[in-house]
């Protein structure tokens, strides 16, 4: 699945779109989380794409998807790489 975006169109591998519904949350991602998340790679902090409703590592290039349940899936398999 391709998701567009004004960045750009992003990939969302077949796996993660078993895990749930991709693009606009039906329940946002509580931002608050991002103070307590960390890259799963690099364990660096990690930054909310609204647009494209991704968290980014700037660390390691990856974006993890955010359902639309507003939960990260954060597997390496299933990120995205920028």
Same mark, same amino acid.
């Given at each position: 699945?391709?998701? &567009?975006?004004?960045?750009? &169109? ?5 796996? =993660?779109? =078993? ?7 039906? #329940? ?5 989380? *991002?103070? #307590? ?7 660096? &902090?990690?930054? *909310?794409?609204?647009?494209?409703? *991704?968290?980014?590592?700037? !660390? !390691?290039?990856? =974006?993890?998807? #955010?359902?639309?349940?507003?939960m990260?899936?954060? *597997?390496?398999?299933? =990120? #995205?790489?920028?």
């Open positions: 699945m391709v998701l &567009p975006s004004p960045k750009g &169109p992003v990939v969302v591998p077949l796996e =993660a779109q =078993a895990i749930g519904s991709f693009g606009p949350s039906i #329940i946002p991602f509580d931002e608050e989380l *991002l103070e #307590i998340l960390a890259c799963p790679i690099s364990g660096e &902090p990690l930054k *909310l794409d609204r647009e494209r409703n *991704l968290l980014v590592s700037e !660390t !390691t290039g990856y =974006a993890f998807p #955010i359902n639309k349940a507003g990260p899936i954060f *597997l390496k398999k299933w =990120a #995205i790489k920028l």
